[in-house]
């Protein structure tokens, strides 16, 4: 049966594609060939890493500074007041005037001395002033010409402190100086005219004895120690004896005697009367 059917279905299909006016079929093309694809590049190895350098050693650490001293801790520790003990000051104590006759004449011889330390608390203080002049002329007549003699100055002042530090710093020291001051002074000249000139004399003399109280500052902080200012005020008791005579006869005296202060007439009298400067050497 099934043979059968199998035949049956062979005729027909012979008989379909044998019938008149049917075009022939074209051969349908041969499957194109497959492509193979091509197999993948072999991947290539990855370079070694390059060998990492070694890491440069850490840079030394630099020397620790040397510790100081124990004679430079020292050093710095000393002050201005302690560096000039061993020295020897040069200046001006403040000092000048001395007042001769009774006409207020006053003759300026200022006092340069020296301040010398015997230790760091006591100094000695020793100053000299002098003043010394002469002056003359001419006298021119009808008949004649005469010399004539002007007036002629001398005066001397001292003066002798101890000076006292109480307190110093890196900079500056108090001071409380008693001192003394003693002066001396005269004017000559000629009075009149022909035989009848006489000579005229006008002295002075001056002794004071007093205390001052200040601060000397010296110049360590620029680098000059050696370099110092004194300001200072203070008090004194001071006598003065007048005198003025022609020829050999006293015509006027005069004494006088009173407690002092510092006393500034003009801005300048303060660093005339209480501002002293000195060198140490």
């Known amino acids: 049966m099934s043979s059968t059917l199998v035949a049956v279905l062979a005729i027909v299909t012979t008989s379909s594609a044998a019938e008149p006016g049917d075009a022939p079929r074209r051969p349908e093309p041969p499957p194109a060939p497959r492509v193979m694809p091509k197999p993948p590049a072999p991947r290539r190895a990855a370079p070694p890493p390059a060998p990492s350098r070694p890491e440069p050693p850490p840079a030394p650490k630099p020397?620790?500074?040397?510790?100081?001293?124990?004679?430079?801790?020292?050093?710095?520790?000393?002050?201005?007041?302690?560096?000039?003990?061993?020295?020897?000051?040069?200046?001006?104590?403040?000092?000048?005037?001395?007042?001769?006759?009774?006409?207020?004449?006053?003759?300026?011889?200022?006092?340069?001395?020296?301040?010398?330390?015997?230790?760091?608390?006591?100094?000695?203080?020793?100053?000299?002033?002098?003043?010394?002049?002469?002056?003359?002329?001419?006298?021119?007549?009808?008949?004649?010409?005469?010399?004539?003699?002007?007036?002629?100055?001398?005066?001397?002042?001292?003066?002798?402190?101890?000076?006292?530090?109480?307190?110093?710093?890196?900079?500056?020291?108090?001071?409380?100086?008693?001192?003394v001051n003693v002066g001396f002074g005269r004017i000559k000249d000629t009075v009149g005219g022909g035989t009848t000139s006489s000579e005229r004399s006008q002295t002075g003399l001056r002794l004071e004895v007093g205390a001052r109280a200040g601060a000397e500052i010296q110049f360590g902080f620029i680098g000059v120690p050696e370099l110092a200012l004194e300001a200072s005020v203070g008090v004194r008791v001071s006598h003065q004896r007048l005198r003025r005579a022609i020829g050999d006869e006293d015509v006027l005296r005069v004494s006088a005697t009173g407690l002092q202060t510092l006393s500034v007439n003009d801005p300048w009298d303060f660093f005339r009367s209480t501002v002293a400067a000195r060198y140490y050497f």
């Open 63 to 179: 020397p620790a500074p040397p510790a100081p001293s124990a004679s430079a801790e020292a050093e710095s520790n000393v002050t201005d007041h302690e560096r000039v003990l061993d020295r020897i000051g040069v200046g001006w104590f403040g000092v000048s005037n001395v007042m001769v006759g009774t006409e207020g004449d006053t003759l300026v011889a200022p006092t340069l001395g020296a301040r010398f330390w015997l230790d760091g608390t006591m100094g000695v203080d020793v100053a000299l002033g002098l003043v010394v002049g002469t002056s003359g002329g001419e006298r021119m007549t009808p008949v004649t010409t005469m010399d004539v003699e002007g007036p002629s100055t001398f005066g001397i002042l001292g003066h002798a402190g101890l000076p006292l530090a109480f307190h110093s710093s890196e900079h500056y020291t108090f001071l409380v100086i008693p001192e």
